[in-house]
């Protein structure tokens, strides 16, 4: 009897000192898992030694991402300052590029709506109309209208009421030579070049119907290159 005693004793002392096994359900730190304080209350020394040190490790490991993240975002701010720098520039490009696209579209949209016929009045000139705010709103450019009607006008200075004359618009592609007419005075046309010099350009781009580039013969199709 006093060594089935003795025996008892010994199992609550070591129970006591925690060597015993708990019956409270192991957690996964790492998943997430903990014990209540109840829970803990429960556990053997050895147990609670050993949730300490998974606390401690799951602690460090928290504090390294923890600290990678920090990292991250300020490199991340970092790049989205850098991209923001260049963003900036780039709407203002934007910005300046939708405002000339209206400015164009505006000025189509006027263009469209200027005549491409007229017909000549009592007192008319080709000077007058071309100096019209719907024609071209410069006395001087008036050979333009003369060269697209030759078809109608065999003397510039005289027009007569209630014909139609063809007014163009697009710059030219074509040129169709007339008696006289060399490649610097075409090129010299401001619907062409505007600038005698350029005749070389009109010239290389007709080498095939050029032959002499001081002698053209008249009703020659020229191409005019852009």
Known sequence: ??????????????????????KVRKVDVSAGEYYSE???????NSEKSA??????????RLQTEFTLAQEDLVAT?????????????????????????????????????????????????????????????????????YRANLDKIEDPVWIYPNMVLTIPRELPTEHRVAPFETLEIIAGYWEVYGDPTQWTRLYEANKDKVSDPFNLEPDIVLTIPR
């Open 1 to 22: 009897m006093k060594q089935r005693a003795w025996l008892w004793a010994l199992v609550a002392v070591v129970f006591a000192a925690g060597c015993g096994g708990s």
């Open 38 to 44: 109840e829970d803990f209350a429960m556990l053997s």
């Open 77 to 145: 701010r970092r790049q989205i300052e850098a991209t923001r720098n260049q963003i900036t520039p780039v709407e203002k490009e934007i910005l300046r590029l939708e405002s000339d696209i209206r400015t164009l579209t505006g000025q189509i949209a006027a263009l469209e709506r200027l005549p491409r016929e007229y017909t000549v009045r009592e007192g008319d000139c080709l000077s007058i109309i071309a100096d019209r705010d719907d024609i071209y709103s410069a006395a001087s450019k008036w050979p333009r209208i």
């Open 51 to 60: 949730y300490c040190s998974a606390l401690e490790a799951e602690r460090n």
